[in-house]
């Protein structure tokens, strides 16, 4: 499940001024993640614990997800014929 947006956003920021944070890469040295994966996980945490797990995010579907989503939905109008 996803973080929110508030949460990825407050994960962000910590990445950002943290000596751990390679910017070339855009990825945590200790973990070797890619922060923007990272952070966007609701149930991932920081090895070093500057940031932790949180609660999935109501707010998480984006509408790149929801598109995605809806490619594989199955179309009621196709019960119908
Ligand atoms: S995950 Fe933790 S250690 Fe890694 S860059 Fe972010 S704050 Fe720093």
């Given at each position: 499940?996803?973080?929110?947006?508030?949460?990825?956003?407050?994960r962000?920021?910590?990445?950002?001024?943290?000596?751990?944070y390679?910017?070339?890469?855009k990825q945590?040295?200790?973990?070797?993640?890619?922060?923007?994966?990272?952070?966007?996980?609701?149930?991932?945490r920081?090895?070093?614990?500057?940031w932790?797990?949180?609660?999935a995010?109501?707010?998480a579907?984006?509408?790149?997800?929801k598109?995605?989503?809806?490619?594989f939905?199955?179309?009621?109008?196709?019960?119908?014929?």
């Open positions: 499940m996803l973080a929110s947006v508030k949460d990825r956003l407050k962000a920021e910590i990445c950002h001024a943290c000596d751990h390679r910017r070339s890469t945590c040295t200790l973990c070797g993640c890619l922060i923007s994966l990272k952070i966007s996980w609701a149930n991932t920081c090895p070093v614990d500057k932790l797990e949180v609660e995010g109501q707010d579907i984006t509408k790149f997800q598109r995605v989503w809806g490619m939905a199955k179309d009621p109008s196709q019960d119908q014929k």
